[in-house]
């Protein structure tokens, strides 16, 4: 499907968004895991996560809606039912990874499955650790589908993270969680820290490196979660905002993790008025409100050791890169080459189209010149983020420019052109 965008003149008002993606996925795995009825509050609305329910569903978890809550009735340690159908992921690349450093713990085979994007994706960064563990996981190229039997040698190792990702890092811990010795994650690159947060696992610094331990005695229990707003949904109405004039936007109840806001404190360098207020707690995870103004935006230097905490806010970073004095250029992110899509390549060939001047590196890109075309036809690489970047790159353009394909939105945020209508002044 495509849609057509007006030039935006200004944008107003306040949002509150659904919960956060990342949070809600493991919401679905620790109340699922736990023994007994938990309850997640303002659960994520996205397709992926329907997917990490789906699978926990063919597992022999029974999930109720009850007004905006979510109830689970989780299984307990080693109590999931063997599924009878594979087990299909989506287009989700968390469910996944997750679900493998759990069901190599099982003591039934089960295989995991994927839509056509997941199928190209990386497992080789899960299938290493947890072999290295004892798991027993066969897949013919290192890509889904994965075919996992029982293993009765499980063991905890130490194991230094040789890509910064926190799915690898989590589906580690999660298998680590069945055995009686300590399993050790050991991190250079800082990397989203909701599991070892929720989870209460202990989190030590030596040499610079960070170093998470997980065990039985973590296996989580029945409780109840809120989950606070999706910051990385908010993020594409915050960079809309930045470079519309005469703009106010107010996000509330939105998620503050530290290892999520790298794109904020970015933007503040950059020159952005962003402001956080009201800010709380809840299952351990930070959350409040955000003020964001218009802003004349200055282009910066990007330094690696951010590049984790900015991954999923790439795409429209670089749009807002394009409304900034100087020029935007980002590296040391070929980590985005494996994300739903390239995500180098489709950032660069849907800018090439708009007359930018882009230089595509193996490992970043560089954006310089003026947009030059009046109207450009954007497409969304069947890519959630890459869609509404270029979303809010048309309606920056007008002219009727579009994005082709982008039913993608709902991977992560379903009300996403409800809320543009919403907040956006034509
Ligand atoms: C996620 C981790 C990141 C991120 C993804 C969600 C998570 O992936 O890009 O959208 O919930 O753990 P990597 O861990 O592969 O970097």
């Known amino acids: 499907m495509k849609r057509e965008f007006k030039k935006i003149?200004?944008?107003?008002?306040?949002?509150?968004?659904?919960?956060?993606?990342?949070?809600?996925?493991?919401?679905?795995?620790?109340?699922?895991?736990?023994?007994?009825?938990?309850?997640?509050?303002?659960?994520?609305?996205?397709?992926?996560?329907?997917?990490?329910?789906?699978?926990?569903?063919?597992?022999?978890?029974?999930?109720?809606?009850?007004?905006?809550?979510?109830?689970?009735k989780g299984r307990g340690k080693q109590k999931f039912k063997a599924p009878l159908v594979n087990l299909d992921c989506g287009n989700s690349g968390t469910t996944a990874r997750l679900i493998s450093g759990l069901l190599v713990a099982q003591n039934f085979s089960s295989v995991i499955i994927g839509d056509e994007s997941l199928s190209k994706r990386p497992m080789k960064r899960v299938i290493e650790p947890l072999s290295l563990m004892?798991?027993?996981?066969?897949?013919?190229?290192?890509?889904?589908?994965?075919?996992?039997?029982?293993?009765?040698?499980?063991?905890?190792?130490?194991?230094?993270?040789?890509?910064?990702?926190?799915?690898?890092?989590?589906t580690v811990l999660i298998a680590g969680l069945h055995l009686s010795d300590e399993t050790k994650i050991i991190e250079k690159f800082v990397t989203r820290d909701h599991t070892e947060r929720m989870l209460g696992l202990p989190v030590n610094t030596i040499q610079n490196s960070k170093v998470v331990s997980s065990s039985e005695n973590f296996y989580p229990t029945a409780k109840d979660y809120f989950i606070p707003g999706d910051i990385s949904s908010a993020a594409f109405f915050i960079v809309l905002t930045?470079?519309?004039?005469?703009?106010?936007?107010?996000?509330?109840?939105?998620?503050?993790?530290?290892?999520?806001?790298?794109?904020?404190?970015?933007?503040?360098?950059m020159n952005a008025k962003i402001k956080i207020e009201n800010v709380r707690e809840s299952s351990n995870e930070p959350y409040g409100d955000i003020i964001v103004h218009s802003?004349?935006?200055?282009?910066?230097?990007?330094?690696d050791s951010i590049i984790p905490n900015i991954i999923d806010?790439?795409?429209?970073?670089?749009?807002?890169?394009?409304?900034?004095?100087?020029?935007?250029?980002?590296?040391?992110?070929e980590e985005l080459r494996y994300k739903e899509s390239d995500r180098i390549k489709a950032i660069c060939d849907n800018?090439?189209?708009?007359?930018?001047?882009?230089?595509?590196?193996?490992?970043?890109?560089?954006?310089?010149?003026?947009?030059?075309?009046?109207?450009?036809?954007?497409?969304?690489?069947?890519?959630?983020?890459?869609a509404m970047a270029f979303s809010v790159l048309a309606m920056m353009i007008g002219n009727e420019s579009s994005v082709e394909g982008i039913e993608c939105v709902g991977i992560s945020n379903p009300t996403f052109y409800e809320q543009i209508g919403y907040v956006s002044q034509q």
């Open 9 to 72: 003149k200004s944008v107003k008002g306040e949002l509150k968004f659904a919960g956060d993606k990342s949070i809600s996925h493991r919401a679905v795995f620790f109340s699922s895991m736990a023994e007994g009825k938990s309850v997640i509050k303002n659960i994520s609305s996205s397709e992926d996560v329907k997917s990490t329910q789906r699978v926990f569903n063919e597992l022999g978890v029974e999930f109720t809606n009850d007004n905006s809550e979510l109830i689970v």
């Open 134 to 170: 004892g798991g027993k996981i066969e897949s013919a190229n290192s890509t889904l589908p994965l075919s996992i039997q029982p293993s009765d040698s499980l063991r905890a190792i130490e194991y230094t993270l040789p890509v910064a990702s926190a799915q690898v890092k989590s």
């Open 242 to 269: 930045l470079i519309t004039e005469n703009s106010e936007l107010i996000i509330k109840d939105v998620s503050l993790n530290p290892t999520r806001i790298g794109f904020i404190e970015l933007l503040k360098k």
């Open 295 to 303: 802003s004349n935006l200055k282009n910066i230097g990007i330094d």
């Open 313 to 333: 806010e790439i795409p429209v970073l670089s749009v807002a890169g394009i409304f900034a004095e100087g020029n935007f250029e980002i590296r040391n992110c």
């Open 351 to 386: 800018m090439k189209l708009t007359g930018l001047d882009i230089e595509e590196y193996p490992d970043g890109f560089r954006i310089s010149g003026e947009i030059k075309k009046a109207k450009v036809e954007f497409n969304s690489f069947n890519d959630h983020r890459i």
